[in-house]
Structures are given as structure tokens and as C-alpha cells.
């Protein structure tokens, strides 16, 4: 199961595009790249899911090179109910084992 | 269409106690996840149960226990609760086909 890496904050302004990163080099070929927001004391929501290149829906982008060793989550004209802790995963079909990495921490400010 | 679901929302039990929390997954969703997230941390993979049967456990002690029933609800038990059990308990489930995850609120359980 992929291993991911992601920046442990990122602070951004109201009406910015927020692009967030998440590096996972030993992805295997039959993981997908899973995003979750988690808002506090609450359970983690989805938010997009792909498998390679890029992938839209009402909420995000996610953009996943080629080489699918990363994945970019991208989050167009944030407000402040955005921050939040992102989270990516990679997992297969199965849910083997899901691990969660430590987040993101978005901070959205006025 | 009702998400998941979980009882207690919060849960005060001492050191030495045992604790069960419930879950109900999404409607036709036969996977039930259980993480645990302590305070400011990330999630913990604790359980996975699929069709009634436990499919694989995370790095937990085997205090840490659960079950799945006919209906694929699901309960986790704890024994012998110590203080460092204290956190945010998540149940997630996803339809058998998917490995998409989703939510309950969580239990928050403390130990005193």
C-alpha cells in the first residue's frame, strides 16, 4: 500500500486557488488516490478520487502525473469554511489496509 | 439516503473499564472500517469487517476487538481501557465494490 507525503500546513486567502501535493512513490499499479477533508471532531468526508490524470467534480481537481508517484489536489476561489486537514491516500479496491497519513492543515484566512 | 451512524456520541468511562461502540453503515454498504483518531492526530487504522468477517486489523493490542452482524452494523469493544484509549473513534463503511470510505460523526470516548 503506497506510502504518501504531504505538506504538514499551508495557509492561503479567501479567493485563492489551493493546490495541495502529496507525494507517493511506491504507489502500486492497482491503487487509486483517495482525498478526504476532515473538518474537527469530525469523520473525514471524500472529496475526489482518481486514477490518473486529471479528474474533476463539483468540490475539486485532482491532477495525478503520468508516472503516478504523486497527486495534486486542487481546490479553486477557497473561503474560510475550507480549512479543514486534507488527507491523501492510496489504497486498492478491497480496502486492505487504509492508512492515513498525518494531513494537511489548510488555514484559510480572510 | 441516511449516511452512517454511531452511538454513543460520547462515551466517559474509567481506567480498568470495558467500552462498546456501534456503528450502521450507509445502506447497502457490506464494509465497515473503525479508525481511531486521538487529539490532533491522525487516524489509526483499528479494524475492517466485511460480509461478517474480520478482513484485517491494524497495530492494536488484542483488547481491541469488534464484531459484525447479519445487518453489517458493527461494534468495537475495548478492554481493560487505559487512559491513552482516549480519543475519536470513526467508523467509515464503503460498498464492497468500492474502497471508497464514508464517515460516521465518531464516539468520542474518554478515560478517566
Known amino acids: 500500500l503506497a506510502k504518501t507525503t504531504q505538506p504538514i500546513s499551508m495557509d492561503s486567502y479567501e479567493g485563492q486557488e489551493v493546490n495541495i501535493t502529496c507525494s507517493h512513490n511506491n504507489i502500486a499499479t492497482n491503487d487509486y488516490i483517495t482525498w478526504y477533508q476532515q473538518f474537527p471532531s469530525q469523520g473525514p468526508r471524500f472529496i475526489i478520487q482518481g486514477y490518473k490524470t486529471k479528474v474533476t467534480n463539483e468540490v475539486a481537481s485532482l491532477f495525478i502525473p503520468a508516472d503516478r508517484k504523486s497527486s495534486t489536489l486542487s481546490l479553486p476561489r477557497v473561503s474560510l469554511s475550507d480549512t479543514a486537514v486534507y488527507y491523501c491516500l492510496g489504497s486498492n479496491t478491497g480496502g486492505f489496509k487504509t492508512i492515513f497519513g498525518a494531513g494537511t492543515r489548510l488555514f484559510v484566512k480572510a | 439516503e441516511a449516511g452512517v451512524t454511531q452511538s454513543p456520541t460520547h462515551l466517559i468511562k474509567t481506567r480498568g473499564q470495558q467500552a462498546t461502540l456501534r456503528c450502521s453503515p450507509i445502506s447497502g454498504h457490506t464494509s465497515v472500517y473503525w479508525y481511531q483518531q486521538a487529539l490532533g492526530l491522525g487516524l489509526q487504522f483499528l479494524l475492517w469487517?466485511?460480509?461478517?468477517?474480520?478482513?484485517n486489523r491494524g497495530n492494536f493490542p488484542p483488547r481491541f476487538s469488534g464484531r459484525q452482524f447479519p445487518n453489517y452494523s458493527s461494534e468495537l469493544n475495548v478492554n481493560a481501557l487505559e487512559l491513552e484509549d482516549s480519543a475519536l473513534y470513526l467508523c467509515?463503511?464503503?460498498?464492497?465494490?468500492?474502497?471508497?470510505?464514508?464517515f460516521g460523526p465518531g464516539t468520542r470516548l474518554l478515560v478517566l
Open positions: 467509515a463503511s464503503s460498498p464492497s465494490e468500492s474502497e471508497t470510505q464514508y
Open positions: 469487517y466485511d460480509e461478517g468477517e474480520e478482513r
